[in-house]
């Protein structure tokens, strides 16, 4: 059986990619991923505030963005954590492209244009293998259009890939007015992946104490839905590779990213919530599929079902709607 898969130009083994996480924080975890049968790892990212560490700069931007959004405040780390973390990275790079064979991709979180995109190349030096890019920006700003919030990502994407060599990665929010028209931007801006979709955690409120409660909430399968819909559109419309993060929990959800024309897919709830072991299930599951449908390779099965190769296409994007909905059947017992 050939597993094999092409992401930004690296060949990888098998379409599992750990997907930026605590776990790779650790060397021994790392080298477990390696060992499980991952094909590539994303590192944690890098957050832009750990970049600009010099504590002038920093404090002006906390204090610029929490003039409008206080509770910003109370989510950062505490200004001395920033320190030393862009160095404390690099080395980290360097330990665990020693210690694994496999691909290492470094990962940079920001969104203002002061300067931490030009890190990149420093990440390059350390010896990650490509990079991705991560966007992590809420558009909760009013008087700032959606094309404005658009030519962030498209800055310093040109920013990072004026820096490197390695191929760059843009993760993505699903948030976009038009995603199709944002994807191909940022692939004609020279994306060698879009990584779909980057899950925003959404703070909640606590009554009791006022507060807000930042907590992460691991995916759940059906999660996978929307960046399923996404990579079937995107198929064949960019040159960029495609990889499937959110909601990937089994075998199933792999098989299907690939059919919707996915180059990889990424782990990291399941691997948190079920352990590392759960990549050698995920395999098993996965081969014992594609032998028992005599599928030979990954090649084979990816986009067969892209919204391209689909006789309906239009099922990808209003049809199921309608139909859906309308197919819906109250049952007795949520008739109130
Ligand atoms: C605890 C935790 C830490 C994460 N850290 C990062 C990170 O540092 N950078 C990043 O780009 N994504 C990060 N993510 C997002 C994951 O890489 C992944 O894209 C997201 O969880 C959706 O995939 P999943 O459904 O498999 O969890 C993190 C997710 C979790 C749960």
Request: aromatic letters at 8%; glycine letters at 6%; proline letters at 4%.
């Amino acid at each position: 059986m050939d597993l094999k898969t092409t992401y930004m130009g690296m060949e990888l083994k098998n379409p599992l990619v750990a997907s930026a996480s605590p776990l790779s924080r650790d060397l021994d975890s790392v080298k477990r991923l390696e060992d499980a049968g991952i094909a590539a790892i994303v590192l944690f990212s890098l957050f832009e505030e750990e970049i600009l560490h010099e504590q002038e700069s920093l404090h002006h931007y906390l204090t610029r963005e929490t003039d409008h959004y206080p509770e910003h405040l109370t989510f950062y780390p505490d200004v001395e954590d920033f320190h030393q973390q862009a160095d404390r990275y690099l080395e980290h790079i360097r330990r665990v492209k020693e210690s694994v064979t496999i691909p290492v991709i470094g990962s940079l979180n920001g969104i203002s244009d002061k300067g931490w995109s030009d890190f990149a190349g420093s990440i390059q030096q350390a010896g990650a293998d490509a990079i991705e890019l991560n966007v992590y920006y809420v558009a909760a700003d009013p008087v700032r259009s959606g094309s404005e919030i658009e030519q962030i990502y498209l800055r310093n994407l040109r920013t990072v890939k004026k820096t490197v060599s390695i191929p760059v990665a843009m993760k993505l929010s699903p948030f976009f007015s038009s995603m199709a028209h944002m994807a191909v931007q940022l692939d004609k801006a020279g994306a060698d992946a879009l990584v779909l979709f980057n899950r925003f955690y959404q703070p909640d409120i606590l009554p009791d104490t006022l507060e807000l409660s930042p907590s992460i909430v691991l995916s759940e399968p059906h999660e996978g839905r929307l960046p399923l819909r996404w990579i079937a559109i995107l198929h064949g419309n960019v040159r960029a590779s495609l990889a499937a993060t959110t909601g990937i929990h089994t075998a199933g959800d792999v098989i299907k990213m690939i059919m919707a024309g996915a180059d990889a897919t990424m782990l990291c709830s399941t691997l948190l919530k079920y352990g590392i072991g759960r990549i050698e299930q995920i395999m098993k599951n996965l081969l014992e599929w594609m032998e028992g449908r005599e599928y030979e390779s990954v090649e084979q099965m990816r986009g067969i079902m892209s919204h391209k190769r689909l006789e309906n296409p239009y099922a990808f994007i209003r049809a199921n709607y309608v139909k859906t909905l309308k197919a819906y059947r109250v049952k007795s017992s949520e008739a109130w």
